[in-house]
Nanobody, 120 residues
Framework: QVQLVESGGGSVQAGGSLRLSCAAS????????MGWYRQAPGKQRELVAT???????NYADSVKGRFTISRDNAKNMVYLQMNSLKAEDTAIYYC??????????????WGQGTQVTVSS
């Protein structure tokens, strides 16, 4: 059974930092584009950042220069380092896995989410 398990959320003051972690099942990690998404109350889920198996990254404009996504392919882990946090970063953050290659099949897995609260 494929699992994505997030950790590292919490409460922090504006300007602070948090690091989110996501442990992924080995069966899908190496063939997946891993991503972080977030959903604030009353808003749609939105992309934060993605990283493919080769390390190529993509960021939402709102987090560029503040957040860094990385992955450890040996440990099947993906991370989101969040610096200079703002109140508007408050949301539930979700880890996501989707196939990088056509031959890897069709899937779109989500973690259970971890709450990030930034107080101003």
């Amino acid at each position: 059974q494929v699992q994505l398990v997030e950790s590292g959320g919490g409460s922090v003051q504006a300007g602070g930092s948090l690091r989110l972690s996501c442990a992924a099942s080995a069966t899908i990690f190496s063939v997946s584009i891993m991503g972080w998404y977030r959903q604030a109350p009353g808003k749609q889920r939105e992309l934060v950042a993605t990283i493919n198996s080769g390390g190529t990254t993509n960021y939402a404009d709102s987090v560029k220069g503040r957040f860094t996504i990385s992955r450890d392919n040996a440990k099947n882990m993906v991370y989101l380092q969040m610096n200079s946090l703002k109140a508007e970063d408050t949301a539930i953050y979700y880890c996501n896995a989707r196939p990088q290659y056509l031959w890897a099949g069709s899937f779109n897995y989500w973690g259970q989410g971890t709450q990030v609260t930034v107080s101003s």
